[in-house]
């Protein structure tokens, strides 16, 4: 049944039980600090410039959309114009 708690025949819990939760530990300090100081993005993420970068890309984005729009706007009042002159009864 229960193939995993033979291990405790032959090591005592009060041993390996602390051990098992040190080197979960340990791998995952040991993970978070790669990421932490391999990455590029995380300085820049403390730093708060990541904000910036995403808002002046978004203000970026927004007035290069602007003109095709502005365009488009311009053209749908003239199309429109019959449709309204139609009298609603």
Known sequence: MMKEGRIFLYVSPNVLLPIMFLVM????????????????????????????????????????????????MAAAPEAAAPAEAAPAE
Do not use: I, K, M, R
Request: charged letters at 10%.
């Open 25 to 72: 530990v340990f791998t995952s300090l040991a993970v978070h600090y790669n990421v932490l100081s391999n990455t590029t993005w995380v300085a820049d993420f403390w730093q708060g410039s990541a904000a910036e970068a995403v808002v002046a890309e978004t203000a970026t984005v927004t007035e290069e959309a602007a003109a095709p729009a502005a365009d488009a």
